[in-house]
């Protein structure tokens, strides 16, 4: 008896392919968003992967350039009114406002300082925002996918004794298929999570050095204008 049943088992296909197509109309589902929910965590990370390596590169471009020596005026006037850099947007943001805290007469209105200060803090606040854009989504994959699997797990485990006991039958060939299946939903789940948990902290720790650099470099343009402004 037990060599008819490992024979019987032995002809059971247990491909990745089978299993799905033998689950329930339920766990095909959720193994469906499982498998999305990999490709569009693997999708965000190698697009923010490509973003923010452009953003430290344009970074390191346009300070060389601020620090070149020439004149911040004719750096503004280069970058034009629309520049497409963050750092550039930054700089132009305090550009702006020492520009429009300037009188007719050529003095300046009270207070400029502080209007600078916040005026790039507003500009590095939206590049921010831009920056961290689908993180919060490898997050929610991260925290939630291991869960989906389990439902899938226990839904295809409910059909399996259902089928055990339509069949009043418990021997290998009867339970291994459908446990199987279960037991798959489980493992997409924690194929889903753990990349983008991975994904989301090795992210978030670039963000945070990429506007790290962003707020020095707006505290070395503030102490600029403060010298200017004493002055």
Known sequence: MEAETLALAQEIDFSMWALFARAT?????????????????????????????????????FEREFWSGNPLDELFEDIG??????????????MTEWRRSHRTDG??????????DRSMDVAIAKETESLQGGLQILATIG???P???LFG????????????????????????PGIAEALLATGLGLLAAIPAVIF????????????????????????????????
Do not use: C
Not at 154 to 163: D, K, P, R, T
């Open 25 to 61: 109309l339920t766990v095909k589902f959720v193994m469906i968003i499982l498998i999305g929910s990999s490709v569009w965590s693997w999708s965000i990370f190698l697009q923010k992967l490509t973003t923010y390596r452009a953003a430290r590169r344009e970074a390191q471009v």
């Open 81 to 94: 009114n629309d520049p497409s850099g963050q750092s550039q947007r930054i700089f132009a943001a305090g």
């Open 107 to 116: 003095k300046l209105i009270p207070g400029a300082q502080a209007r600078i």
């Open 143 to 145: 925290a939630i996918a």
């Open 147 to 149: 869960f989906i699997g």
């Open 153 to 176: 797990t226990v839904w295809g485990i409910m059909h399996a004794f259902i089928e055990i006991a339509a069949q009043q039958n418990t021997n290998l060939a009867v339970v291994a």
């Open 200 to 231: 989301y902290n090795k992210l978030s720790a670039d963000v945070d050095r990429i506007i790290g650099g962003y707020e020095a470099f707006a505290d070395e343009f503030a102490t600029i204008f403060s010298r200017q402004l004493d002055g």
